[in-house]
């Protein structure tokens, strides 16, 4: 059975004077979908959040949430709550005040929304804090009070907008795993900003790059990570073997690149391509083999030579930096350090046809 | 702190006790400074200054108030600051003359009393605005409005911009607005907005001698016209009853709203 769509942006943009900060937007969120919105800073992606949120008005476009179009309505009014960057919390209320504010203010009984503090104040593992004030909590603490404030009004949808980013590493990783479980306790779709990948890997059944004011492109994080379609995506993931060429000829299985002064070959997966085509390829520095090599030129397949100019120890890999004749430079990343590689020296760049992504744009 | 706060106020203190010698005073441990104030109309004036500078305050708070939170809100940031300069204006002319200036505007042929007939809302002038208790309070909120407002809207002003983001995604309406957010997050500038204004209101003689009437006496007219008469004792009771009625007031403002929890820093 097909998900049903919590949210369908359609065609929005929004622009600052002559900016684009979100340029023609199309995203489709599913129910139950933990969704993260990954990119550079100033790429559109808050704007993003906050179009789908009510706190901005995008210039054209539309937003539907659970069916319905939510364009002219305010953040009160869409089924969405929001978890701000930084610690948004009401410095002169409690924790427990915090938490059920947002209750308070449609007239609830005062012994309900109790009951629901409590219980939301369990799920998010704020167990008897109820009488501490903001200041008192750690930065940790502060977003989960966040979370609970904006999870109680049981809104179809919550929103968060760079929720870990003023935490130290550690804490955001434990944080990440939590969000993660508590998106699938409470089911709902949780769209998530963030321009680190580790978060948004860790968190993300789909992700979607964006940049630009443009998306860019969605998938899995496994899709995303293993294999870019774009070039932009595979660079903002830190790749940092990326070669240019030019196609030189191709069949259904494989794809002969020509990069100045060598050949490579990759893999053909149905790329859209055709001969003379420039093009851009990557692959992960952990995907090749490192030989030492006496000859000035290899006639084994999928190899290039190189001269080693950087070796360093990194504790768990040893990273080579590789130049090759085209002036480029590759980097290698080897579990085990290969011992009788040395500074300057000739080595074999080795890779299984299947590592190289082709990027078509 | 010691010699420009401390030792003053002690000396307030010692001189209020000294007995009163034609031009200046002599060492004494006397009460006659303090009967002389408390049995003649002298207590009945402060008390009633008292009053009229809370009414002061109030009238101060819900005017000043919402201009402050109207900047706060309303005005872009970068024009905020300027905004506020323009209440610094009036203090760049002497308070004298600000004053001063207060009478013909208020006066029974003034400009408030003519604008009125001529837009016939009233039949015959208003004579309360001068020479009387309400010239007064009118001419302290003239003069202190301002303090109230920048107390307040610096207080405002550390109220980070992302709680009105979540109020809006919780729908806070304007009422709850101003009574959970803006109430207590600028409760420290009201308070010292209101110490300053009643403060002021019962110690500073300039406003009664040029606005009040015989029944607007305040503690700082009392101590000037003691001065004047060059009984210094008594002027130094007078300033040392408001200064321990100020620390009594404040003491009862601690017992009754904690004004430890009240100026908590917001963090």
């Given at each position: 059975?097909?998900?049903?769509n919590a949210i369908e942006v359609k065609n929005l943009i929004k ?6 900060a979100l340029n023609d937007v199309d995203l489709n969120i599913s129910?139950?979908e933990?969704f993260v919105l ?6 559109g992606k808050t704007t993003l959040l906050r179009s789908i949120g009510g706190f901005i008005r995008p210039d054209s476009g539309s937003v539907v949430i659970k069916g319905k179009n939510v364009n002219?309505l305010?953040?009160?009014?869409r089924p969405t ?75 179809d949808v919550?929103l ?29 779709s949780?769209v998530?900003v ?12 789909r992700?979607a790059?964006i940049?630009?004011g443009k998306m860019?492109?969605e ?143 | ?267």
């Amino acid at each position: 059975m097909k998900k049903s769509n919590a949210i369908e942006v359609k065609n929005l943009i929004k622009t600052y004077g002559d900016v684009y900060a979100l340029n023609d937007v199309d995203l489709n969120i599913s129910d139950g979908e933990y969704f993260v919105l990954l990119g550079p800073s100033g790429g559109g992606k808050t704007t993003l959040l906050r179009s789908i949120g009510g706190f901005i008005r995008p210039d054209s476009g539309s937003v539907v949430i659970k069916g319905k179009n939510v364009n002219n309505l305010p953040p009160d009014k869409r089924p969405t709550s929001m978890v701000f960057q930084g610690f948004a919390l009401f410095p002169h209320m409690d924790v427990a005040q915090n938490i059920g504010y947002g209750l308070k203010l449609q007239s609830i009984e005062k012994n309900i929304i109790d009951e629901k503090v409590n219980k939301m104040m369990d799920l998010v593992g704020l167990t008897g804090l109820h009488k501490r004030k903001p200041h008192e909590l750690s930065g940790g603490q502060q977003q989960r009070v966040q979370l609970a404030r904006a999870l109680i009004l049981e809104n179809d949808v919550l929103l968060l907008d760079e929720p870990l980013s003023a935490l130290d590493a550690q804490l955001r990783k434990d944080m990440c795993i939590e969000l993660k479980r508590l998106q699938k306790t409470v089911g709902i779709s949780f769209v998530h900003v963030t321009h680190n990948q580790e978060e948004a890997m860790s968190v993300a059944d789909r992700i979607a790059i964006i940049a630009d004011g443009k998306m860019i492109e969605e998938g899995t994080p496994q899709e995303i990570y293993n294999k870019p379609k774009k070039q932009f995506t595979a660079e903002f993931l830190g790749e940092k073997n990326i070669l240019i060429g030019k196609i030189h000829n191709l069949n259904k299985s494989k794809i002969v690149l020509d990069i100045s002064n060598d050949k490579i070959e990759i893999a053909n997966n149905n790329y859209d391509v055709s001969k003379n085509q420039e093009v851009s390829v990557s692959i992960k520095s952990e995907s090749i083999q490192i030989k030492k090599n006496v000859k000035s030129k290899t006639n084994e397949k999928n190899s290039i030579v190189g001269k080693v100019t950087e070796i360093t120890f990194l504790g768990q890999f040893v990273r080579y930096l590789v130049l090759l004749s085209n002036d480029e430079e590759i980097q290698v990343r080897s579990s085990e350090g290969v011992d009788n590689i040395k500074l300057n020296d000739q080595v074999i760049l080795n890779w299984k046809l299947d590592d190289f992504i082709l990027h078509n744009e | 702190m010691i010699i420009f706060f401390v030792l003053p106020l002690l000396l307030t203190v010692v001189w209020s006790v000294f007995e009163r010698t034609m031009f200046w005073m002599e060492p004494a441990f006397t009460f006659f400074s303090y009967e002389n104030f408390f049995f003649s109309s002298r207590l009945e004036n402060f008390l009633s200054s008292m009053f009229h500078s809370s009414i002061s305050v109030v009238c101060a708070f819900f005017i000043g108030f919402p201009i402050a939170i109207f900047i706060r809100r309303r005005v872009r940031k970068v024009a905020q600051h300027r905004v506020m300069l323009l209440f610094i204006l009036p203090f760049m002319v002497s308070e004298i003359i600000r004053i001063f200036a207060l009478r013909p505007i208020l006066s029974r042929n003034g400009v408030v009393n003519s604008f009125l007939m001529d837009m016939n809302l009233i039949d015959s002038p208003f004579s309360i605005f001068v020479f009387t208790p309400t010239g007064v309070v009118i001419g302290e909120i003239v003069s202190f409005l301002p303090f109230m407002i920048f107390s307040t809207f610096l207080a405002l002003e550390a109220i980070p911009n992302y709680i009105f983001e979540v109020c809006a995604d919780l729908g806070v309406n304007r009422r709850r607005m101003f009574k959970d957010i803006f109430l207590p997050l600028a409760a420290p500038g009201l308070f010292a907005g209101s110490v300053f204004i009643f403060v002021n209101g019962i110690g500073i003689a300039l406003i009664p001698t040029i606005l009040g009437g015989p029944g607007s006496v305040n503690a700082g007219l009392i101590a000037t016209q003691a001065i004047i008469a060059l009984d210094f004792p008594l002027a130094m009771a007078v300033s040392a009853i408001m200064m321990f009625t100020l620390m009594g007031l404040l003491y009862l403002g601690h017992r009754l709203f904690n004004l430890t929890k009240l100026l908590e820093p917001i963090s």
